[in-house]
């Protein structure tokens, strides 16, 4: 039969005649992942990846070649074939270091293997005595990615990161009313510890066990980590490449100027020992950093890869990343982190005497992300009566502008940080706190 | 690559003695190439274009109550990768659940691409110059148009599906599809609205979007000046585009057995007769429309597709399944096991979900609405099951029965089971339409599904707002 063979070869063995222009990148991605879900045959998985990509300049044009299976000189004379019709770039190729590969090796051992699966049967039995209609699902996953790279400046470096992620919840199903509870957590140092995820999802059911009715108006409104990127994604279109190359972004001129509220710092931080893009490069092989995309309510710095970079005229600060394997680097911060201030959860709930808890938003993508506006059914939704949750309020839009809530409204953030994991709306992992949001208004079926 | 030189009458013959002599209860084994396209542009420019190929596959062992899944790029050591999914399984024997998997006849099949017109024969330049030209088009059309976006993919699959009970299927599948997306910008702020193609068989769905192109651009200028619509709860007009993602996001997601099964809270409420909607709502799942983007005639446990209705005559008649979930609840397998790519195990997912026509014209929908709210176009929409929101491309006002004046960041919100007894009126204007995105679910997005609908009208919508 056809046999499509992974090509073995290593990146050393990448020749660069003079005068080309490019770079290589060996990705070598592995999961592992236990899922149990109620009513559902349990599964593990393994997975595996290896993806070369080859990245070649010809008369400053840009072609792009990737693939599973080819050698690299194949990959370089497609991405070089593709130049020719490629865009115009002014990207250019940073100096690296030169570093050997050999100490790159896999840290997983079949005992992870063993305490996924324990970990993973723990949170699902704890789960499943919250109520007898209680539906859980629980996955636990391991991910460990290789990289390697090399360019035409003679350069190469290699290095791997690998994280844990848990993911756990469930709902219970009554007549009509659903109410679903879900928590993520992850880490890059250990396998995220289960009783404590199973205390926060205890305690978010016994929050939501009572109805609360409100009425529709203006409320103060805690943002939990899980929402609070809901907020961010059309911070972050304002201020990435595409948006500024286009034109389209609000903040273009705005440098060290206030476009946000001054109890705000953003940054992208690829520092950070428990982040799942901490990497001392990124995916173009710069060097990384902690970066201030917003101090102190101040733009700082735009989220650019090299071509975005060197097109508005910047410095590149590390903030190329690819979205999968297979696509091209882009303009995308590393870990985005919110800088947490003192309050704690319970403060927060304690600055009004009536005000709302949100902790889950459906639908919450902008319908014009350089705009900001939003708005969403709340799913995950709750009453507090002075500092004390008095029940979960349903059939609720949550409507907002994101620069407006992030400027005057904000009105305090927290000090505990959450990791939150990338997804279907946003393209990076976050730590963020709970945020603190004024005058938010509130739409309730009547 | 074309698909010619790929037919191989020994891979399947390999494939199934590999899966027959596995030592476990089930065994699928799935190879995959896949050649993907993208194109994407800016204004007068080209600013990424990829072309990758993906050659791979993966094995789904059923083992004493688990599943081992394992993936793999290239297709050596399939044998090996078989041993790992069962040692996968092996390892997760904590669990003391049993399973069963809906019986199938064996299916002995190759489903050969059938193209209209196929877009690996349309050269690269040829596509990003259809990009470029709509960028023209629309920057034309208005001063205040600051950009546009073009997006362009084609994806060809071919695929090669062997169990142990005896299927062994051959697929080649194409799927294309992007949108243009124009945005304008004033000292108010920025407004965009796009155009969206797809199809699974055809190319020329890419050409004669000249006048769609010139509305979306008069629609983003007139989104400039529009007022945030106020919240509270409207009688609602929606197009088909939008009554499709209703369906799909509403209803059709609520249908996927995979969230069913072990809750018996759910299945209390879902049970088979129940009534959903007005006397003429008929809403049905299908993998069987030639061009749409959900057709799918095998799905990826192999299982032939079927039409399933959902509500017919506003009751509840059927659900999606997978093999298991079918058994679970000893109902038939539906043919909407899929799987976005070979890194991932066939979930039930929609193909093309169809609200059928009703007989209401589109003039009589707005009869005796004092004010209300027509929502035209979608920028997506997500569901838990129980609440939906979707967001409309634009928005009108109604104001005694008339279209006035245009909206903006309009959202509508609701719970599925007492939306759909809302519903009070299905038009008559049937549109298939076909876009250039693609439903999420555990992970595996885009994966390219379709929506038909007409018009409907739903009274006492939720929508969010700022204004109250």
Redesign the interface.
């Known amino acids: 039969?056809?046999?499509?063979?992974?090509d073995p070869g290593h990146l050393e063995d990448l020749q660069w005649r003079p005068g080309e222009i490019g770079d290589a990148a060996d990705l070598g991605h592995q999961v592992w992942s236990?899922e149990?879900?109620?009513?559902?045959?349990?599964?593990?998985?393994?997975?595996?990846?290896?993806?070369r990509a080859m990245r070649m300049i010809t008369a400053g044009r840009l072609g792009?070649?990737?693939?599973?299976?080819?050698s690299w000189q194949q990959l370089k004379e497609?991405a070089s074939r593709?130049a020719a019709?490629?865009?115009?770039t002014s990207m250019d190729e940073p100096v690296l270091e030169s570093r050997s590969n050999s100490f790159i090796r896999s840290q997983w051992d079949p005992s992870m293997?063993?305490l996924m699966?324990?970990r993973a049967?723990r949170l699902y039995a704890h789960l499943e005595g919250l109520a007898d209609?209680f539906?859980p699902a629980v996955s636990v996953t391991y991910h460990e990615i290789v990289t390697q790279l090399a360019n035409s400046n003679g350069g190469q470096t290699a290095w791997r990161h690998g994280y844990w992620g848990i993911t756990a919840g469930g709902?219970?199903?009554?007549?009509?009313?659903?109410h679903?509870i879900a928590e993520t957590q992850f880490g890059a140092s250990e396998i995220p510890n289960v009783d404590d995820l199973f205390n926060a999802l205890q305690d978010r059911f016994l929050w939501g066990q009572k109805i609360q009715r409100v009425m529709?108006?203006q409320y103060p409104m805690v943002f939990l980590p899980s929402v609070v990127m809901g907020l961010l994604t059309p911070v972050l279109a304002r201020l990435s490449g595409?948006a500024l190359?286009?034109?389209?972004s609000?903040w273009e001129d705005q440098s060290d100027q206030r476009v946000l509220s001054p109890l705000l710092t953003l940054a992208s931080d690829a520092t950070m020992p428990d982040g799942p893009r901490s990497a001392p490069f990124d995916d173009e092989g710069t060097p990384t950093d902690r970066w201030p995309l917003i101090d102190r309510g101040v733009l700082k710095h735009f989220v650019l890869d090299r071509d975005s970079s060197r097109r508005l005229g910047y410095e590149p600060l590390g903030m190329g990343y690819r979205a999968t394997p297979?696509?091209?680097p882009?303009s995308l911060p590393s870990n985005l982190v919110i800088e947490p201030n003192q309050a704690t959860l319970g403060e927060l709930l304690s600055r009004f005497p009536r005000m709302l808890v949100l902790n889950?938003w459906?639908?919450?993508?902008p319908?014009?992300p350089?705009?900001g506006?939003i708005?969403?059914?709340a799913?995950d939704l709750y009453f507090v009566d002075h500092g004390t949750v008095s029940g979960r309020v349903k059939?609720a839009?949550?409507?907002?502008?994101a620069f407006e809530a992030l400027s005057s409204q904000l009105a305090a953030v927290g000090e505990e940080t959450r990791w939150v994991a990338p997804g279907?709306m946003h393209t990076a992992p976050a730590k963020v706190p709970a945020l603190l949001i004024d005058s938010v208004?509130v739409?309730v079926?009547? | 690559m074309t698909s010619n030189n790929?037919v191989?009458e020994?891979?399947l013959?390999?494939l199934m003695a590999m899966a027959a002599k596995a030592e476990a209860d089930e065994v699928e084994i799935r190879l995959e190439?896949n050649e993907t396209t993208q194109i994407d542009t800016?204004?007068d420019?080209?600013?990424?274009?990829?072309?990758?190929?993906?050659?791979?596959g993966n094995v789904r062992v059923?083992l004493q109550?688990?599943?081992?899944?394992?993936?793999?790029?290239?297709?050596?050591n399939i044998e090996r990768h078989i041993s790992?999914a069962t040692l996968?399984?092996k390892?997760?024997q904590?669990?003391s659940?049993s399973?069963h998997l809906g019986e199938i006849a064996p299916v002995r099949a190759f489903q050969r691409l059938e193209a209209k017109e196929n877009p690996l024969a349309v050269s690269?330049?040829d596509k990003?110059a259809v990009l470029l030209r709509y960028a023209e088009i629309a920057r034309y059309a208005h001063p205040l148009i600051?950009?546009v976006?073009g997006r362009y993919f084609d994806r060809y699959r071919h695929l090669w599906f062997a169990n142990s009970h005896g299927s062994a299927i051959e697929q080649e599948k194409l799927d294309l599809g992007g949108n243009i997306l124009v945005?304008a910008?004033d000292r108010n702020?920025?407004?965009?609205r796009g155009v969206s193609f797809g199809s699974s068989n055809d190319f020329g769905v890419v050409r004669g979007l000249d006048d769609a192109v010139r509305d979306a651009a008069a629609a983003a200028v007139a989104?400039l000046e529009a007022p945030?619509v106020e919240?509270?709860?409207y009688p609602v007009v929606v197009d088909p585009h939008l009554a499709g993602v209703f369906a799909h996001e509403a209803f059709g997601h609520l249908s996927e057995a995979?969230g069913?099964?072990?809750?018996?809270?759910?299945l209390?409420?879902m049970y088979i007769g129940r009534h959903f909607g007005p006397a003429n709502l008929h809403i049905y799942d299908t993998g069987m429309d030639l061009g749409s983007r959900g057709f799918l005639p095998l799905d990826d446990e192999g299982v032939p597709a079927t039409d399933v209705d959902l509500i017919k005559d506003g009751v509840l008649v059927g659900r999606l399944h997978s093999r298991?979930t079918a058994a679970?609840l000893g109902e038939t397998p539906t043919g909407n096991a899929r799987a976005l790519h070979y890194?991932f195990?066939p979930i039930v997912r929609m193909r093309n979900t169809v609200i059928a026509p009703g007989d209401t014209s589109f003039a009589d929908l707005f009869q005796g609405i004092d004010r209300g709210i027509y929502a035209k176009g979608s920028?997506?929409?997500?569901?838990?099951?129980?609440?939906?929101?979707?967001?409309?491309g634009e928005a009108y006002l109604i104001e005694n029965g008339q279209i006035t004046r245009p909206l903006?960041?309009?959202?509508l919100?609701?719970?599925v089971?007492?939306t759909l007894a809302q519903i009070t009126a299905v038009g008559s204007d049937f549109t298939r339409y076909e876009g250039g995105g693609g439903c999420?679910k555990a992970g595996q997005?885009p994966l390219p599904v379709s929506h038909h609908a007409p018009s409907l009208r739903i009274e006492?919508c939720?929508?969010?707002?700022?204004?109250?």
């Open positions: 039969m056809t046999v499509f063979t992974v236990v149990l879900k109620g009513g559902q045959t349990p599964m593990v998985q393994h997975g595996s990846e290896q993806v792009f070649a990737t693939s599973r299976t080819m497609e593709a019709s490629g865009p115009e293997g063993s699966i324990e049967h209609n539906r709902r219970c199903v009554d007549g009509t009313d659903f679903g529709s108006g595409p190359i286009a034109g389209n609000a297979n696509a091209l882009t889950g459906i639908g919450a993508r319908t014009n350089l705009r506006d708005a969403g059914n799913s059939n839009v949550i409507s907002i502008n279907m208004d739409t079926r009547r | 790929l191989d020994g891979i013959a390999s190439y800016l204004n420019h080209v600013r990424h274009q990829t072309h990758v190929v993906d050659v791979g059923f109550g688990i599943v081992g899944f394992v993936h793999f790029d290239g297709w050596d790992e996968m399984a390892w997760g904590h669990a659940n399973f690269l330049e990003v600051r950009s976006t945005v910008r702020g920025v407004a965009q989104l945030e919240g509270g709860e995979d069913q099964v072990g809750d018996p809270g759910l209390a409420e298991e679970h890194r195990p920028h997506g929409g997500q569901t838990n099951g129980e609440l939906f929101t979707f967001l409309a903006r960041n309009a959202v919100t609701g719970n089971f007492t999420g997005m006492r939720l929508v969010g707002g700022r204004n109250q």
